[in-house]
């Protein structure tokens, strides 16, 4: 038979587990668990590179009908945005930027030889 402010539980015939019920809910802490967090606004030199990485991408795509150069600056900005997804972290994304810029240097080089 169990005390008030304990629970037994019998998981066989000679072993039993007596908890203490502790009727105190346990303190809080500064932020409770279901209190919205505020969004982590920071952004460091990675992510501003990598933002400016992607924009100069789509300058550069936009202006490509333009001028070949801008083809060219598309395909420097291809490195720029293979290197950002490889410091990163995002290996497949560095991949594939870095196959766009070879799709654009060698797009740059059929423009400018005709």
């Not at 967090?37 to 590179?49: C, I, Y």
Request: aromatic residues 16%.
């Amino acid at each position: 038979m169990s005390q008030p402010g304990t629970a037994s539980y019998t998981l066989g015939a000679s072993t039993t587990i007596v908890a203490r019920i502790d009727a105190a809910a346990p303190t809080p802490t500064k932020r409770g668990p279901y209190e919205k967090r505020q969004p982590d606004m920071h952004m460091d030199g990675l992510t501003w590179f990598g933002l400016f990485a992607v924009s100069a991408m789509l300058l550069c795509y936009a202006m490509e009908n333009r001028s070949r150069w801008w083809i060219l600056a598309f395909a420097f900005s291809c490195i720029a945005g293979s290197a950002y997804g490889f410091m990163q972290g995002a290996w497949p994304f560095g991949l594939v930027e870095g196959i766009w810029s070879i799709v654009a240097f060698r797009r740059w080089w059929q423009v400018n030889s005709t």
